[in-house]
């Protein structure tokens, strides 16, 4: 069971004088179960790629093959593959549109022609796999708080079981607080369930914590695909594509630098306090 | 989707382009009635040079101007079949039933060139005028009217700020039908009753959002001290050159000639 | 008294229903007592729903108190007669780029504050210029705003108060539908206006990062005032800044956390460069090198 992309290219424009690649030739695979973290700069191509993993855009050329389908190909059930390659958009809590909660989550799996029954067995399902108190399932989602919405949206998707779960900037707007909670969440998804997910973030912070292997995109082009510590090593590289390495890793570049004996992968506050305290003989005083 | 524009201007420097939008608000009023006075083959020359001129003298590319066309082709060809098949007089030919006149002939021909006038002529307005100088323009021209009590100045400030929200909302409107498409939703396959109802998953965020943003935008002018038309200076004030003067003599000349002829 | 000043404000979200019967009263602001200094650069920290936002449009009077008053410069915000002064000295930004340009060329966006004000042509243009040019934004003057990206558009938004000649510029959460480019182009922006012109700033915003730098932080929670001094004051109470579900930079929270371990740090450390420099001696001290 698998996402691949096989030398995706995708063209704005074609034929006309404003042509330009959106995608360029990218190639990966996305197996069953992993945290990838997707990350570049406003334009760098990873909104349009997400959109071709559940096929709500289709590739100029190139191929896109989930558990070794084409979903390209004559026949092929595109809206099946939706339901199971679940995509949660930017400010998702833009699309709810239902007078209560409870019936705006049942959208997706509506649509996907269940039994009424089945049909809220999942809501209720994906209601509390997103925390959301059953005292708001009956109110307007029109009434509740900016991340109250945004955790119903995401029910939204979650309902329609996905095996798959893709996120475009799940925080975005959020206070601390708030953010901390919705990433929480997708991570017990992820351990938890099981469930494969690809999170698109501005924050290295973020990526650094949760995702077990990174993908890069810049222009359009994958420009790195590895573990979070292997990708951070080339933080310089990274700030030559308008993107930084998580704060952390330059402290301790910085301390390495100095002739200072740490580990240049460390990236998470977490690490950086053990290596250091380890250093100085406090190991295990209190962390 | 984006890269979607409003009215259809095309951005080069002419003489026309350089021209108050009232001169060619009015130019274009002026053309438009002289095509429903003229009534003889040499009245029509007479237009004729005088669309010429202005497509020679807007720089914009003849291919431009015949675009808005395709949309009245169906108009076209309806209202050129009624003329030439149901105008009584001497017969030239028929087709079966059909039988065509002189009258028929030249009423068509005089139809089908008026709707193809008209719909250049205000081609080449449009190409040539910013939808912002438009709206300045025609709150300027039909200025006398808030005597009356037309609140023209609130109605351009909405025609200007429509031009700036329509495309944000297309762009809006995509975004949301592939959120729902995520979610299953079906916009294409059902019979009417069916797709009408699937729009209201489309409809609804995006009225809202309209609504949002336009509580927002109220809010920001205020805060920018918006307080309606009066009181308020222009950045931009129409003030007409000698180009303009000239025009309208020109038009002057034009419509006296469509009329004697 | 200075440029901003709030005296045991109030502020109650009363919703009625259909026979205009108070149905709920929400209060957003709970007795705020505030004096800002003229040219500070001043942030306002809070989470979402510490009643902020709602304090921003109580001080060029969107929003009018429920008890209490606002001055700005010295007028209050209930005086009718005052209120396009008030506007014009305490210039106001929003959260969403795209909800508060007006104009669909940015030089005529930046030009409709003075248009508004009666400013006379030749002055709107004068203003334009300078405006554009301070906030580094020339280059785009005869673009459409659609085709900016959304720190370009804050920039145009931040011109267009600019151009009222403001004495105060209020910016609520700016950046937070920005990326991470977008947010350090806002940011250095308001500091150089802050800097260059002695603009007084008030900054709303939840991103830790971007406060450091500022004369003040002020942090609210459930409409009041619960923390106000230096940023090195602030941050270097991490525990009390995540129990009002705030966030500190990732070196401000390691160096906490070494300094709790016994390691010898001054209090709030802000930035990487703060950190080395304290924490190298400490760890050359002990032998740590390669």
């Known amino acids: 069971m698998s996402i691949k992309a096989d030398h995706i290219n995708y063209l704005y424009g074609e034929g006309t004088a404003f042509e330009q690649y959106a995608l360029k030739d990218v ?101 509390m796999q997103v925390g959301l108190k059953e005292q708001f399932w009956g109110q307007s989602p029109f009434e509740l708080s900016g991340g109250q919405k945004r955790r119903v949206a995401i029910a939204g998707v979650l309902a329609m079981r996905p095996e798959v779960l893709i996120l475009d900037e799940p925080t975005a707007g959020l206070d601390p607080r708030g953010r901390d909670e919705i990433l929480d969440e997708i991570s017990k998804l992820h351990t938890e369930k099981k469930m494969t997910i690809v999170l698109v973030s501005h924050s290295m912070e973020d990526i650094a914590r949760y995702a077990d292997r990174i993908l890069v995109m810049s222009h359009g082009e994958k420009v790195f695909d590895a573990p979070p510590k292997e990708v951070f090593r080339h933080y310089k590289e990274l700030e030559q594509i308008g993107l930084a390495a998580p704060q952390i890793t330059y402290v301790v570049q910085r301390l390495r630098e100095q002739g200072i004996s740490l580990d240049g992968d460390i990236t998470t506050v977490k690490e950086a306090t053990t290596a250091i305290l380890g250093l100085l003989g406090k190991a295990g005083s209190r962390v | 989707m984006r890269e979607i524009t409003l009215g259809q201007y095309y951005p080069v420097d002419s003489v026309l382009h350089r021209l108050d939008p009232r001169t060619k608000l009015f130019g274009t009023m002026v053309f438009i009635v002289s095509l429903f006075v003229a009534d003889s083959l040499a009245a029509y020359g007479v237009a004729t040079v005088f669309l010429v001129l202005a497509i020679r003298l807007s720089k914009v590319p003849f291919s431009f101007m015949v675009r808005g066309l395709k949309a009245i082709l169906f108009l076209l060809l309806i209202s050129v079949s009624f003329n030439l098949f149901l105008t009584p007089g001497t017969e030239v030919f028929r087709i079966g039933f059909l039988k065509v006149t002189w009258e028929g002939l030249r009423l068509a021909g005089f139809m089908a060139l008026r709707l193809i006038y008209l719909v250049i002529g205000s081609s080449v307005m449009t190409l040539t005028t910013t939808p912002n100088e438009l709206t300045d323009g025609l709150e300027r021209s039909l200025g006398f009217l808030k005597h009356v009590g037309v609140p023209v ?85 129409l003030r007409y050159a000698g180009r303009d003067y000239v025009t309208y003599l020109v038009y002057v000349l034009y419509l006296a000639g469509m009329i004697c002829l | 008294m200075g440029i901003i000043k709030a005296s045991r404000l109030i502020y109650d979200y009363i919703r009625r229903d259909e026979e205009n019967h108070v149905e709920e009263v929400n209060r957003a602001i709970d007795g705020l007592d505030l004096d800002i200094k003229a040219g500070d650069f001043v942030a306002i920290l809070g989470h979402n729903g510490s009643g902020k936002s709602t304090f921003a449009k109580q001080i060029n009077g969107i929003l009018l108190p429920t008890e209490g008053t606002v001055w700005i410069s010295g007028m209050k915000t209930t005086d009718d007669e005052h209120i396009w002064d008030i506007r014009k000295t305490a210039g106001m930004v929003f959260q969403n780029p795209d909800n508060q340009i007006i104009g669909n060329i940015v030089e005529e966006d930046v030009g409709f504050g003075p248009e508004n004000l009666g400013v006379p042509t030749d002055e709107i243009w004068k203003r334009v210029d300078e405006s554009l040019e301070a906030v580094g934004m020339t280059a785009y003057r005869l673009k459409s705003p659609n085709k900016l990206s959304g720190g370009q558009k804050q920039r145009v938004a931040i011109a267009g108060i600019m151009a009222m000649k403001p004495q105060c510029i209020i910016l609520d959460e700016p950046t937070a539908m920005l990326d991470p480019n977008g947010r350090k182009e806002v940011i250095r922006t308001i500091h150089e206006l802050n800097k260059k012109e002695g603009i007084t700033v008030l900054l709303i915003t939840h991103y830790m990062e971007e406060v450091i730098e500022a004369d003040r932080v002020i942090v609210m929670d459930g409409g009041r005032l619960v923390m106000d001094g230096v940023p090195q004051e602030i941050f270097s109470r991490v525990r009390e800044l995540k129990d009002y579900r705030l966030d500190v930079p990732q070196v401000t929270e390691l160096a906490y956390e070494l300094k709790q371990a016994g390691v010898e740090l001054p209090d709030g450390i802000l930035t990487i460069d703060e950190l080395i420099r304290h924490l190298l001696p400490v760890l050359q001290a002990a032998g740590a090198g390669m």
């Open chain 1, 27 to 127: 190639s990966f695979e996305i197996e069953d179960g992993q945290f990838i973290g997707l990350i570049g700069h406003t334009g760098s191509g990873k909104s349009t790629l997400i959109q071709h993993l559940n096929g709500l855009m289709r590739a100029s050329s190139g191929k896109i093959y989930y558990n070794g389908e084409d979903i390209d190909q004559e026949g092929y059930d595109r809206k099946a593959l939706r339901s199971r390659v679940g995509l949660v958009f930017q400010y998702p809590e833009h699309q709810l549109f239902e007078v209560d909660v409870f019936s705006d989550v049942c959208f997706g799996p509506k649509n996907q022609g269940l039994s009424q029954e089945e049909i809220q067995q999942r809501a209720k399902e994906a209601l």
């Open chain 2, 153 to 237: 100045h609130e109605i351009s400030m909405m025609m200007s700020i429509a031009l700036r929200f329509i495309p944000i909302l297309v762009e809006e409107t995509d975004k949301i039908m592939k959120a729902q498409m995520a979610r299953g939703a079906d916009f294409e396959s059902g019979n009417l009753l069916q797709k009408a109802k699937s729009m209201v998953p489309l409809l609804v965020p995006l009225f809202i959002s309209a609504f949002r943003r336009a509580t927002d935008l109220a809010m920001a002018m205020e805060a920018r001290c918006y307080h309606g038309g009066a009181g308020r200076t222009k950045m931009k004030p």
